[in-house]
């Protein structure tokens, strides 16, 4: 059972719905109304203030630096999501249609996992870290604390609405923040649950939950955070860091861009296709990490539609619309725009679609040009363009053109051609012979570079994320060190220089941490005489 919180979510309406795709507060995207009366923008900044301050004072109180107060909010948050997993199942279906099978995969076991990961490194996590000392500094306490920042805003979106907010929560609670919540309204039914559940297992006033649409993101951007977390669209990424700067607030944005998938004649081509057309088509498409576009010789190509027509027939049979396996696009907004992008280009596979069931058919187009909309814009949706090249060299030259992706693909068993890619692109991550699969290994870090984001999380890179290195060097007052120092202090001399040349003169570290003990001894001893012998000669 969950515990019994005081509820203070702020039920502010659900405002105009936003549809670019990727956007949480696109205040000029075009809308879709609903039949509800907006909060008066007044009302509004008096809850956001309401909010702030409960949280501010809660942080000041210290009950969030308490490592056994985190961990128990954690427990908390993991017994919620198994308590309620066929809900959020059932939130996520009514949002986007999505299979059960995926919603399991990237959103109720990931976020039990990510937890889980953070609850056994906790202990480890918060220890200040003891980094390498240098030989000035051998007698002395040399360490780095981990302080949590604050009160922290993270900004959630609607293609994976629960494990796009919560994820980045628990880090920032892993860390000693409070955190408050802001859902994406796009995902009405999500963020229905979010508001009503969240709220029952963790501390309302370390972490509240604030719901709204654009406008009341806009004016909740207005308040001065700590740290703000934002996952969405480098356009509206643009609009949350100049909000940031005002108050030079620090920022991570998870953004999204044109991932690209460079094939070529030496991979075995059935598994490759599969799984950039599971990459591609988990969630339909709405994935900041799926492939966009992919980049291979006409040969290739020719081969990659024979097979992509066979592995589509296998996964959903001749009738794609009436498999229960492939999701829907989220609103109409999102429909027209891809129907726009499918202009482009010639459909090799697919093609077809139905407004009434926001559904569209997994497409693959070919004859594009570098300068058609489809190249030009992030996807979102279950389309695949395919641009031919000549080589690796042609294919690296094309990524090289545009914008920093966020994380590039490359289909080879060609060290050669690996290497080459490694070296020449710069991208977010980088996964070989697969897609996505990166995102879930919790040792490595995840996010963008350029306007594919800044700053990443995932594991211990979250909890870094979330935590502020705060350095402290430690002397004492003792007569050893103290005669040490002293040729620092005035008349000045080339003696003093020369002792004080000698001590901070740059070093190799010593081999290993016991034998560094006892010459950190032995030069004390040494030094203390050393240190002496100039005195004295000074004073003489």
Known sequence: ??????????????????????????IEAETESENVEPATQPDIMANFDDTLQLARLAFASGKTRNVSFRRKQLENLLRCYEEHENEIISALEADLRRPKQESLIVETEFMKNDIKHILYNLAEW?????????????????????????VVLVIGAWNYPLQLLLVPVAAAIAAGNCVVLKPSEIAGNCAKFIAETIPKYLDNDCYPVVCGGPT?????????????????????????????????????L???GKSPCYIDKSVELRTAVKRILWGKLINCGQTCIAPDYVL?????????????????????????????????????????????LMKSGRVAVGGKYDASERYIEPTILVDVKQDDAIMEEEIFGPILPIYTVENAYD?????????????LYIFTTETEVLDLFVNSTQSGGLCVNDTIMHY??????????????????????????????????????ALLGEKMASARYPPYSDRK??????????????????LSHVIAAGLGVGLTFLVNYYLQKESN
Not at 129 to 141: A, C, I, M, Y
Not at 304 to 326: C, F, H, M, R, T
Request: proline share 5%; aromatic share 8%; charged share 25%.
């Open 395 to 407: 294919a690296i030259k094309f990524i090289n053109s545009r914008e920093n992706p966020l994380v």
């Open 216 to 252: 009341e993101t806009a004016e909740l951007l207005k308040q001065r955070f700590d740290y703000i977390f934002y996952t969405g669209s480098p356009r509206v990424g643009k609009i949350v860091h100049a909000a940031a700067n005002k108050n030079l607030t620090p920022t991570t």
């Open 254 to 256: 998870e953004l999204g």
């Open 1 to 26: 059972m969950a515990e019994n919180h005081t509820s203070r979510v702020q039920q502010i309406s659900i405002g105009p719905k936003n549809g670019d795709g990727t956007t949480v507060i696109d």
């Open 440 to 477: 879930a290994v919790d040792t490595l870090p995840f996010g963008g570079v350029g306007t594919s984001g800044m700053g990443s999380y995932h594991g211990k890179y979250g909890f870094d994320t979330f935590t502020h290195k705060k350095s402290c060097l430690g002397k004492n007052l």
């Open 296 to 340: 291979c010789s006409k040969e290739v190509q020719e081969q990659v539609i024979v097979e992509a027509k066979e592995v589509l027939k296998e996964w959903y049979g001749d009738n794609i619309q009436s498999s229960p396996d492939l999701s829907r696009i989220i609103n109409q907004n999102n429909f027209q725009r891809l129907l726009g």
């Open 497 to 514: 220089s020369s002792l004080l040349s000698f001590l901070l003169r740059k070093r190799r570290p010593l081999p290993n941490l016991y």
């Open 126 to 150: 918060v220890k200040p870290e003891k980094p390498d000392k240098s030989f000035v500094n051998l007698l002395d306490d040399v360490q780095i604390f981990n302080d949590p920042f604050g």
